[in-house]
């Protein structure tokens, strides 16, 4: 009897592997947006720094630049694992999360307009792409050798 290629088989492995690649690509998400208060700006193909501060009083010198307390940066979270869909959510919850990442220009109160610049930390990067990719390519390959 000549052997047979079951093609369900092989779809149900990879299937598993890119189910459990959900958690390692969130994991390293995570960390890459992490990175970027290190890297003081946001990593895409190149890093873009973030505008410097205004304010310069004594207690925001030496303090890296959206860093206060330090609850921004820990508020990054892959909360949202979507099996059926293979997709992973990585946000944030503060309120203020959105305005630092997207920036805003408006106006307050009467007062002049301000314009809070855009210190993106969270988004769409080609370099993250690269890692997911590996990510993927590594477990699928594993899917198909078992």
Request: net charge positive; glycine share 6%; no cysteine.
């Amino acid at each position: 009897m000549a052997n047979r290629f079951d093609m369900g088989k092989v779809e149900k492995q990879v299937r598993t592997q890119l189910e459990a690649s959900l958690v390692l690509m969130g994991r390293t998400a995570k960390t890459f947006f992490y990175d970027n208060f290190r890297k003081q700006g946001f990593d895409d193909k190149n890093v873009t720094k973030w505008k410097p501060r205004k304010d310069q009083s004594r207690n925001s010198i030496g303090r890296a630049v959206l860093v206060k307390s330090g609850d921004l940066r820990r508020s990054i979270r892959f909360d949202t694992v979507n099996k059926a869909n293979l997709s992973v959510r990585i946000a944030s919850d503060l309120p203020y999360a959105k305005i630092h990442n997207d920036g805003l220009t408006g106006r307050a109160w009467g007062k002049a307009p301000f314009k809070m610049p855009k210190r993106q930390f969270i988004g769409d990067s080609w370099n993250l792409n690269e890692k997911v990719k590996k990510i993927l390519i590594t477990n699928i390959d594993k899917g198909f050798k078992q």
